[in-house]
Every structure is written in C-alpha cells, then in structure tokens.
C-alpha cells in the first residue's frame, strides 16, 4: 500500500520570506512522487514530479522540491513566497514498481496562506 | 483544446435518482483517471483507463457506479441511485503512456445530493 503524510494543515509565510510545505511518502518499490496545486473552484494543476536522478527538482512558477530517500520525504519549497502562491498544495506519490498500478495517492493538503 | 475538459461542472441531484458526468481528456493522452474529492480531503482514486479498456477500480468504486470510455476518448462516470454520501467533487485527469506521469486535472464536477 501507498500512502503520503502532510503534517501541516496550514502553513503562513510572509511574502518574501522562504517556505516550505513538508510530505512524508511511504511506498513499496521506488516512489514517484509529485506537488499539485488547488485554486478555489478549480482542478488540481501540476507543479513538479521526482521519478529519478537529481534529488532537487524544479518546477513551475520557482517552487522546487527536495526528495530524501532516508527520510522518506518530499518537502516543497520556494526560495521567495508571493501573495498569489496562496493556495491549497497537495502532495502524491505513485509506486514505480510495475506491478504497482498508475494510480496516484494524495496527501490531506497543506493550505498555504502568503501575507504581506 | 489544451486542458481537459469536465461537463457538467455543478450537478444538484435528489436521492435515488441517476446522474452521469463526461470527460473529455487532452487529445493525446491514451489513459484517463476518475478521482472523487472530499472537503477537506485530498482526491481518491477511483478508476482508470488506457485507451478504451478499464483496467483498474478502487473498492470505493461500488456497484452503483460505472465508468466507460467507449472510444478510447472521452469517458463517462454513471452513478445510479445517488445517496447524500456521493456529494463530492469528481476529478478526471489524463496523462500520456510513455514518458512523463504526471496526471493534467480537469476543473472536476462538483455533485450535491439533496
């Protein structure tokens, strides 16, 4: 079985300021992990993914995530919050075992509120 | 069309009737999912395709529900005698067969049962 923890149901950060949204995964072969974001009244919109290889990854509007294999986790993370990076994020892994399906396991959602 | 597209986006329904949501994936995307979304909860997966055939079923996919892609294109989700425990958001998503994984959302069909 799959599944992903985000401990934080809600994160502030002052504009300008780094954050970071943090997830734990737990999976039975290698993880493929990703970071969707969720606007009010609207679908999830992808933001960046882990398959393999460079253990930083970045993706879209500067958000970059770190994969830790030892801790398991996946945190996300932008050098410089925005007013407009105020949304609800939600991690999700995937198990890149073959046999393990293409289904995706999400997290509870972290919401992110960016104060000025 | 550069997204995928979900019809209809709100549905208010009594209970005990049947209600039926389209899907309508990005062009080239071969395989479709059905996620259903609580408040305050992240999506649950509940059904997926390649092309036309169904290849995998969460057991939150009860016997009300079904789920058809009959062309390989867009997909259907039926469920028949709605109980309140249905309101929820349902997501549809595609994504390519080779290559990238990530899953492009639709904007979801949001169902009350009244």
Known sequence: AQSVAQPEDQVNVAEGNPLT?????SVSGNPYLFWYVQYPNRGLQFLLKY???DNLVKGSYGFEAEFNKSQTSFHLKKPSALVSDSALYFCAVRDGFTGGGNKLTF???TQLK??? | DTGVSQNPRHKITKRGQNVTFRCDPISEHNRLYWYRQTLGQG???LTYFQNEAQLEKSRLLSDRFSAERPKGSFSTLEIQRTEQG???MYLCASSERQGAYEQYFGPGTRLTVT
């Open chain 2, 86 to 88: 249905d309101s929820a």
């Open chain 1, 51 to 53: 398959i393999t290889g």
């Open chain 1, 21 to 25: 949204v943090k997830c734990t995964y």
């Open chain 1, 107 to 109: 997290g509870t959602g």
């Open chain 2, 43 to 45: 999506p649950e997966f």
């Open chain 1, 114 to 116: 960016v104060e000025l």
